[in-house]
């Protein structure tokens, strides 16, 4: 499942994707991010339930600006947390 | 209730159960429990077949909703809670509902119960409620592959249409028709934020515009604001509208203008989709725990 967090407004979209299918639970995004956007929560999708990445409910209405230290206008841009993810699960829209 | 005080805003709360049915011959009785923002939902299966339900407003305690609710759903039925075997809760009040064994999000139960009442064909659910609107991809199963939330604001969900139908001075089972009297689409109003909407819809009828004229500018911004949402996870036919905005005819046929796909017909009422999609992941839990999966 793809799950989008975020919202879009006049000016832009702003959402940050995880793929829950690739996500293992392995909490590395969570403490790669330097701004604490993202969390491990229950799997409440399904009745397996295991633990999978989410953003969190305070960062999902800011996202832009929480995000907005590693994304520099110019030069080179390092997303802490889609280089952390070994499997490949998060993506940007914006 | 005079004229003068009438509450436009407020919609009908109603139970219904299914006549020739008896939960005594069931083996397996579960319900779902959808507290939402504004409205709160109960229904109760048997052997995953729907029963017995109710929808009425939310409360400001979410415990106490869950509970009324639940109660009026098995009234006259002679049902008890102590005879329902599994219950699950979902929605924004979800945590708060105290004989729930389990939370599900009413994503997974949205897109679940627009399966059961709409047929597999189902791939793209578009669930509008009180406080939100969530686009939602799902499988021939009923299990979700995409699902996109806008919970920034307020404007184009329910509660947008409740201020409205206030406003007016229509009530909110009659807006949509009212929408749709008029002969040209206006200019929509303001989408990004409900009371920017509110405010430009009386600046128009302050420059004389009828109230159709404003109803139907406002419905057409509530829906453009929809179809940018729906447009992000893309629209896959067979498509559904869920939620209590669902039974609005002004918003569901604007809608089937513009994206010129027509959504399919409910079988059942779609402010359920919430609480029979938690009832039917009640029934799959329940089986589990007593071994049969």
Redesign the interface.
Known sequence: MKAYYGYKDGSGDYFIIIDTDKCNGCRKCVDACPHRVFELIKDEFDIEGGLMAAVTEEHRKKIKYSCGPCKPMSGERKLQCVLACEAKAITHSW | MSEKSKEFWRWREYRHTMPNMDWHDAKMVTAGVDIGSVGSKAAVMLDGELYTYAAMRTGGVSEETAVKAMNWAIEETGLKTEDIHYVVGTGYGRVNVPFAK????E??CHARGAHYIYGPTVRTVLDIGGQDCKAIRCDEKG??????????CAAGTGRGLEVFADLIRTPIEELGKTSLSVQDEPQPVSN?CVIFAKAESVALLRQGWPKEKVSAAYHLAMVNRII??LT??GIEKDFVVTGGVAKNTGIVSRLERNLKLKPLEPKLDPILAGAIGSAL?AK??YE?EIGLR
Do not use: G, H, Q
Not at chain 2, 144 to 149: E, H, N, Q, W, Y
């Open positions: 389990r939370t599900i999000t994503i997974a299990k979700v592959m995409s699902f996109l939330m806008n919970d920034k990004t940018d949402l992000k996870v992941f799959a839990l589990k």
